[in-house]
């Protein structure tokens, strides 16, 4: 009897159910679209979408099989992802959602590095900007997109754009026009958090190679960085020092509208510490700055950069894959407020 009491409640512990906390108010989040989605290796399938209800709450009927799983909660526009591994309690589950803004609020730019490389007659460009949000909003505008940036014209316009939410895994997304000459935006939620974008383009390296540049953030540190073989020279940018691992060269920007000239040839992935397949000793990875670079600049800021430069090696020798990983940020079609965005 006791058996068969425990086998009839099997259903019942297996169940998803929770909570939908808006952390922007403190307080459990009421109508709330919640969908729980089935990962594999056909990628996200739909389970069940529900509501959360006046205290917050949501529950599942489907008795799911194993993991992995991940809910999804859509609240004033913008998805909110809660993982569910494998022997992860499915009871009592906590998902976080925020109030949205079209204001950045607390949202602004902290880092930002463009990674200057020649090879086969092209100039690629890789830049990494860094997004901070410290504050309790999600920075959402939808129509005039949330990173603004400059595009050279000898571009044509061609850019691969990856970003990624806090926790979240890289999504490529589309761009948009700006609003001034050469100008684009992209329409992706800044959470609380760190999200990045990574801008991938190229151009014809001419003779001379010239670069123009133009910064629409006005905070942050911007760099310049060159594999060993490329030198940069241009008004606003001055030299910090190499990288000791990958020899790459650092340079501060200083100015908002900047033209650098570029000398040689050269790529990051050639060398050993970038994953690539250089004749030159292997270093033993990036650990700091020779402190005899930065004789004139305090310790603190030479750690800085060895930091700085070490997320950017990690950001770009991912770069490859990141396309394929969009599990965790895909924006399914459904209902809820407005248009749900990753």
């Known amino acids: 009897m006791k058996l068969l009491a425990f086998f009839c409640a099997l259903p019942l512990f297996a169940t ?34 529900v509501k959360s209800d006046a205290t917050g709450s949501f529950k599942m009927t489907t008795n799911p099989e194993a993991g992995p799983y991940l809910i999804q909660a859509a609240y004033d526009g913008v998805t909110y992802n809660k993982m569910l591994q494998p022997g992860q309690p499915r009871t009592g589950v906590e998902v976080e959602v925020y109030q949205s803004a079209a204001k950045p609020g607390g949202a602004k730019v902290t880092q930002h590095m463009l990674l200057f490389e020649v090879a086969d007659n092209k100039l690629t460009i890789n830049e990494n900007i860094v997004y901070e949000n410290t504050g309790t909003t999600t920075y959402n505008d939808p129509a005039a997109g949330t990173l603004r940036f400059y595009l050279p014209p000898e571009t044509g316009g061609k850019v691969k754009v990856m970003a ?108 050993p510490a ?53 599990l965790a940020e895909a924006t399914p079609q459904g209902s809820g407020k407005g248009k749900r965005r990753g």
Do not use: C, W
């Open 164 to 271: 990624t939410a806090p926790n979240g895994m890289p999504v490529e997304r589309a761009t948009n026009p700006g609003k001034g000459e050469n100008q684009y935006s992209v329409d992706f939620p800044i959470k609380p958090g760190d999200t990045r974008f990574q801008l991938i383009y190229e151009m014809p390296a001419t003779a001379p190679m010239i670069y123009t540049g133009k910064l629409l953030h006005k905070e942050g540190t911007t760099r310049l960085v060159t594999p060993k073989g490329i030198t940069l020279k241009g008004d606003g940018i001055s030299e910090l020092g190499r990288e000791p691992a990958t020899q790459a060269l650092i340079y501060n920007l200083a100015k908002a509208d900047y033209k650098v000239e570029i000398e040689g040839a050269g790529t990051l992935r050639d060398t």
């Open 274 to 326: 970038a994953g690539g397949q250089g004749g030159e000793e292997e270093g033993p990875g990036i650990q700091e700055i020779l402190p005899r670079i930065y004789t004139k600049l305090p310790v603190v800021l030479a750690l800085v950069f060895a930091i700085l430069l070490l997320g950017f090696l990690l950001l770009y020798r991912s770069a490859a894959g990141a396309g394929q990983s969009t």
């Open 16 to 49: 998803v159910d929770g909570t939908v906390i808006n952390k922007t108010t403190g307080k459990p989040q009421a109508a709330a679209t919640v969908t729980l989605y089935k990962l594999g290796g056909a990628g996200m399938e739909s389970v069940e979408t």
